[in-house]
């Protein structure tokens, strides 16, 4: 659980929905409490990006998630050791450029540059303690039938230590991209 849904989760209310039909064969499941957040209170789109078609696809996912909450967004990138980089631009000038895309969709924006770690992945989650958001955003690479059986270490950790919802994205496939 999110450690902002520990403090709010008093301040939670609650209705009640008789029955929900499960599937087709005649299941139900009910009744369920369907949980309303206070309004007014603090949420943040937490995004983990680095300058890859990923990344970018996880920022504009991120900022579509901002616009849809009514919130805020915090962006946390760990400089990757120069010769992993194989992008022209600085990781200023790529932040730089996400801060600009945040604050065209009309979105508060923190940027977070913290120096190289030995593990990214421990960074990453430190920030999301720090922030407590209500969702965090990560981009996938697509992978082999082979890969598909071992997620990237990074985003596998994201995913399995997160105390929050983790929004996975994909980036488009060459297919799916317009001509």
């Given amino acids: 659980m999110c450690p902002q849904r520990r403090t709010l989760a008093g301040q939670l209310r609650a209705s009640v929905v008789p029955e929900v039909q499960l599937d087709g064969r005649g299941g139900t499941l009910g009744p369920l409490r369907l949980i309303e957040p206070p309004s007014g209170g603090p949420v943040t789109v937490l995004l983990a990006y680095i300058r890859t078609p990923e990344g970018d696809a996880a920022l ?96 596998q950790r994201i995913l399995l230590d997160a105390d929050c919802p983790v929004l996975a994205v994909k980036a488009p496939s060459e297919r799916e991209l317009p001509v």
């Fill in 60 to 155: 504009n996912t991120a900022a579509e998630e901002a616009i849809r909450r009514s919130t805020d967004a915090v962006v946390v990138n760990v400089t990757r050791p120069a010769q992993e980089v194989d992008s022209p631009f600085s990781a200023e000038q790529g932040l730089d450029a996400v801060t600009a895309l945040f604050a065209a969709s009309g979105v508060d924006v923190e940027v977070r540059q913290l120096p190289p770690a030995p593990d990214t992945a421990d960074a990453i989650l430190a920030a999301m303690v720090e922030t407590a958001p209500d969702v965090v955003v990560i981009g996938l690479r697509r992978r082999t039938g082979v890969g598909k059986f071992i997620l990237g270490s990074i985003s």
